[in-house]
């Protein structure tokens, strides 16, 4: 067993020791929740105990698991089959796999989303013993059978039942002070039933949906991807609004020449209409993916620094994505209005689906102290990026455990009012110089899909962390009321107008920003079903499931523009 490449210490002792039972492996996948709190998000299995507990972003178990067992701190995630050290502080990379080690991780990979239930739809059945027809032969030997009354005193004649209904006590007191008895059985009070903790489990693989091949480390361009195309209201108005055919002249003889434009646009839109398209194939195990290849080539050649197999963040790549679709409509917009002769004083103003679909518009207000003259600005929006609180070097006791954040405690967070200091005084334009001052934000405006970023990314000192705390977010009926300005508040006649139901969810797995896995998590509108989008791989799952998910970018949908739109 060669493990001299290993440069993990700890790792090579943990491999020498493995052993890969098959069976007993499978039935720990089986139970794809964390074994302390039943939690389903980021879960890690320990190699010394084949323990399943969750991560850091979660409930933090195998954290406690390894200070609990000083030994047991090599973990492997049942998603990518990453390694991780606690000792090392650090993700461990094999250079040379060893036999046990890559058969484990491929065995992991390989069950991903397995279900317990999957084992026992078909169980397999033993056929019954057969009766034997030869006679029994007869032996010398005596059974002895056990009443159910046993008696256990020597002369008193006491039995199980009255001993149990009295202490010893009590019993020798009613038939003498001499008599003694043998043995004394006492009833063990029964310990009360513990509730059944609910189990949350994504369902095995399914082929009512397609994912998205995965041409190396570009995870979160298919997130982004089946996030557009479970978005109902962009993709109506990608409908209406596609450059697929642009109509070009020849200065020469005038004639009209129909060419394809290639475009980010173009190819989004066959991307997604593809994967809607799609059709289940016939055969139960058949697997089915759909590749990318033409507008990742677009997409590279626009930002060249998604090229090779770098990971990148999802919440810019979905900025990226927006922001160069905003500008190719904007672009064929005036192309079109400069033909017709329509002059354009602005091109900035000009509205595209980007901007009808996911532009709000911010207030900003700076209130300065000194002349207590308030200025406001309107700024355009196609996210809200929200800081979340860190527990990681707070403790928290059973007497004063941490509290359980809300998204809408963010939101309300965002639009407090922030006090500048002297390192970033306001300049006032009435006192004409820097005085102290306080900032604050309302929404204006809000957009027909909401898109919420959680901070999770931090720059400490030349390198990102993660913050891993669970962020509850409700599922159906968010009130954005409660955060925008007076004057829009007076505006609202309809509850539509500013409730929010969720439509998709992405989940970063890891801990840096520059390296783990993306998964999407969408709702599909026609059978109420959600689905996980693990680049090729799809799952249904449950309700439950994605309401504990450790979210990394939320995608709301205005209730009033979900009414009666069709692809």
């Not at 982004?224 to 990608?238: D, G, N, S, T």
């Amino acid at each position: 067993m060669d493990v001299d490449d290993i440069d993990c210490q700890h790792l090579m002792e943990a491999v020498k020791n493995l052993n890969v039972d098959a069976d007993e492996m499978r039935v720990t996948l089986n139970n794809r929740s964390c074994n302390v709190c039943v939690g389903v998000d980021q879960l890690w299995i320990c190699l010394e105990c084949r323990q399943i507990l969750c991560g850091p972003n979660a409930l933090g178990h195998n954290t406690a698991h390894y200070e609990f067992h000083k030994n047991h701190c090599i973990f492997i995630n049942l998603e990518s089959a990453a390694i991780f050290c606690f000792k090392c502080d650090s993700d461990v990379v094999p250079k040379n796999h060893d036999d046990e080690l890559n058969r484990l991780r491929q065995f992991i990979l390989y069950n991903q989303g397995s279900n317990a239930n999957d084992t026992k739809k078909n169980p397999r059945k033993r056929s019954p013993p057969k009766k034997s027809t030869k006679p029994r032969k007869k032996t010398g030997r005596k059974r002895r059978y056990r009443s159910k009354k046993k008696t256990v005193g020597s002369k008193t004649g006491i039995d199980s039942t009255e001993l149990s209904e009295n202490d010893p006590e009590t019993v020798m007191l009613k038939n003498g002070l001499n008599a003694t008895p043998k043995k004394i059985i006492t009833k063990k009070a029964a310990k009360p039933k513990k509730p059944k903790k609910p189990i949350f489990k994504r369902g095995p693989r399914t082929n009512k949906k397609v994912g998205i091949t995965n041409s190396g480390n570009n995870c979160f361009m298919n997130a982004i991807w089946q996030v557009l195309r479970h978005l109902k209201p962009f993709m109506y108005c990608l409908k209406l609004c596609r450059t697929a055919d642009v109509v070009f002249y020849n200065n020469n003889d005038n004639i009209a020449q129909k060419t394809v434009k290639l475009t980010i646009g173009e190819e989004l839109w066959k991307l997604l209409t593809s994967l809607i398209d799609w059709k289940q194939p016939s055969g139960k195990k058949n697997r089915d993916s759909i590749s990318p290849a033409d507008l990742y080539t677009i997409v590279c050649k626009i930002k060249p620094r998604y090229k090779g197999f770098h990971q990148h963040d999802a919440q810019e790549f979905l900025m990226f994505t927006l922001d160069t679709l905003h500008s190719e409509l904007r672009d064929e917009k005036i192309r079109k209005l400069t033909e017709r002769g329509t002059e354009i004083e602005n091109p900035n103003k000009i509205d595209t689906l980007v901007s009808v679909i996911f532009r709000g518009t911010l207030l900003s207000e700076v209130f300065c102290l000194n002349c207590n003259t308030p200025s406001r600005t309107n700024d355009p929006f196609s996210d809200i990026s929200l800081d979340i609180p860190d527990y990681k070097n707070i403790e928290h006791t059973e007497t004063e455990p941490r509290p359980v954040d809300l998204l809408t405690d963010c939101l309300a967070r965002y639009i407090a009012v922030e006090e500048l200091n002297e390192n970033n005084f306001y300049l006032c334009s009435k006192c004409e110089s820097q005085q102290k001052s306080t900032k604050r934000f309302w929404i204006n405006s809000l957009p027909n899909v909401l898109c919420l970023h959680l901070k999770r990314f931090r720059w400490d000192t030349n390198y990102r962390t993660k913050v891993h705390t669970h962020i509850k977010f409700p599922m159906n009926s968010l009130d954005m009321s409660q955060y925008l300005d007076d004057d829009k508040k007076e505006t609202l006649n309809k509850d539509s107008s500013y409730m929010f139901d969720l439509i998709s969810v992405i989940v970063h797995d890891g801990e840096g920003g520059g390296s783990g896995h993306y998964t999407a998590y969408a709702l599909d509108d026609k059978d109420g079903q959600w689905y996980e989008y693990n680049d090729e791989k799809v799952h249904e799952v449950d309700t439950a499931m994605v309401e504990n998910l450790q979210a990394y970018l939320l995608f709301y949908i205005k209730r009033e523009i979900q009414m009666n739109l069709s692809y």
